[in-house]
């Protein structure tokens, strides 16, 4: 098991072996390093994301529909599929309904993620080859911000709820 101070000396001796050289030149460390560093973090991801997974469909109280349904009014029907009124009142009960903008922000987060990692993949690796970021990296924080608008619906949901009456 790796406590905090076995990470800190690994961490420590990585950044040893891809450092620059003191002559100021730099040197890139050996392919099959930097293949291996790579791997390592997007196996560290995908584990990540299994063990999340795994932890929230065991629990009894957690579901995937629950998370991604919004709270809905509905009205208190009769046999005769009047509204239930108690002293003019109608009754209303609330349940969970599918939610299509929590759909949309769900599969939009998933896909941002795998594109963040994948470009995370190759910045890492450009890194590794010249010591610097790429030239396209800011670009690319861009482009990822730019896919945020995948969550537009969700979010002008959330604020128009808010000012709904009730």
Do not use: H
Not at 48 to 56: D, F, G, Y
Request: aromatic share 10%; proline share 4%.
């Amino acid at each position: 098991m790796l406590t905090r101070s076995n990470s800190v000396v690994i961490s420590a001796g990585l950044m040893m072996l891809i450092s620059e050289p003191a002559r100021g030149e730099w040197t890139p460390p050996a392919t099959g390093f930097i293949y291996t560093v790579i791997a390592i973090v997007l196996l560290a991801t995908i584990i990540a994301l299994i063990t999340v997974a795994q932890r929230l469909s065991s629990s009894a109280n957690w579901s995937l529909a629950d998370a991604l349904s919004e709270e809905t009014d509905l009205t208190v029907s009769d046999a005769n599929n009047m509204p239930y009124t108690v002293n003019a009142v109608v009754i209303k009960k609330t349940e969970l309904r599918a939610s299509s903008s929590r759909v949309i922000a769900f599969v939009g987060m998933i896909a941002i993620l795998l594109m963040f990692v994948g470009f995370g993949a190759f910045i890492l690796w450009g890194f590794a080859i010249t010591g610097e970021l790429p030239p396209g990296a800011s670009s690319v924080v861009q482009y990822l911000l730019g896919g945020m608008t995948l969550f537009a619906p969700y979010i002008v949901n959330k604020f128009a709820s808010m000012f709904a009456a009730k």
